[in-house]
């Protein structure tokens, strides 16, 4: 049963006191609502989550088998893109790998570790040589590689995407779907919105016509195959049935409807909250347990574990965006040279080197203070209470040499960032 989320709604002042903010709308395209498989799979999770993703459009973790199996989705892409053989070699390939895998560090890709992230990038490698050596003797260039369309349908624009399109002839074509995770489980209603979507999808026509030189009334999806990418496994399935894909699209429609009405309800649960990145911002999770009733209640002890665990993973988060965002503000530093202003898609961001000291042995530092009797001027042992005493004219020459004896002077990267109007 869902459960209604107590969520306080956010306010904002009026003349004549607070008045609720209105709710954010789903995101829409000439009256029409975005949907994919992906949104509906989401939604029937959790609508809250949803609603956190699609809607507020908070930040995600990135997860590492995302970036991992999306680098190993690029090298097959780069493999079947040529029109006619010869195809790239099994090097060419890996390139291909290495080239998109170094495009984020492995914090940015969800690694916790480098050597996580290396261990990957080998087993990618070897994926792929393995791949290149089963399949290379039937290798034939595809109909269409990422194949990505919005289609129209009953106020809906459905977004389908494709590995692989083979084309078998008279409007018939194959869809692979290209699998990286440790096991392959059926997922029916990707399968059912592939058939549905595509069948509907006029452009498909037109490419089998630019491509084929045929034109057909309508194009019908033969078959779908899973390929396991780890073990060179196909998972064949037959086209659904009329009926299949007529109760699956009412669940469509009836997901759609919901989002339409705003209806977010919480739906937590083991399994629908253990990989939530929303945790933090959910008023409906507490450690895998109901919130208590009074936010000032005392928590029993099962809670304060529960708090515990909550703490240390929202730390954990903390220090993993603080390591990437100190690895980000040396890159931008770098790249910016004096300073200046920059524009990013979202962002603009005014970048300002700030020289300053470092201090490198504190009992020597201390030893000087004494000596020169300077901690009175020092005001605080503190980076910055040395630093201005450094700085400042009528510090003895003296105490200045012993001071730089024990000091390196660095450059800080102050980076402003706001986000532009309108994104
Ligand atoms: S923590 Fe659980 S209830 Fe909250 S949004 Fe995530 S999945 Fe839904």
Redesign the pocket.
Known sequence: MKKKSDAPAAVESGLFGDLPTPPAAPARRDGLLFFSYSRLSLYE?????YK?KYIDKLPEEPKYYFAFGSSVHKALEFLYSVKAPPFPTAEEVCEAFRMDWERKSYLEKGYRTQAKADDDYRKGLAMLKAYYEHNRAAFRPPFLVEYSTDVAVDGLLVRAISDRIDYLGDGRVLITDYKTGKDVRREPAQLYMYQKIMELDPALKERIAENYGQRVGSVRIEKMLYYHVPSNKEYPFARASDSEIGGFWERVLETAENIKGLKFD????ER??RW????S?????FGGHPRPEEPGAPASSERIEALVDRYGRLKEKMDEIKAQLDELAASIGRAAGNGGSYAGDSFTASVTKIPKWEFRDREAVLGVLDQFDLYQRAMNVTVAGLSGLLDSPDLSAEARKRLLEHAVRKTAVEIKVVRKPGT
């Open positions: 999770e959790c609508p809250l989550k956190f919480a739906t937590p649960g629908e909250c939530c990145d929303y945790k911002s959910c008023p409906e999770y």
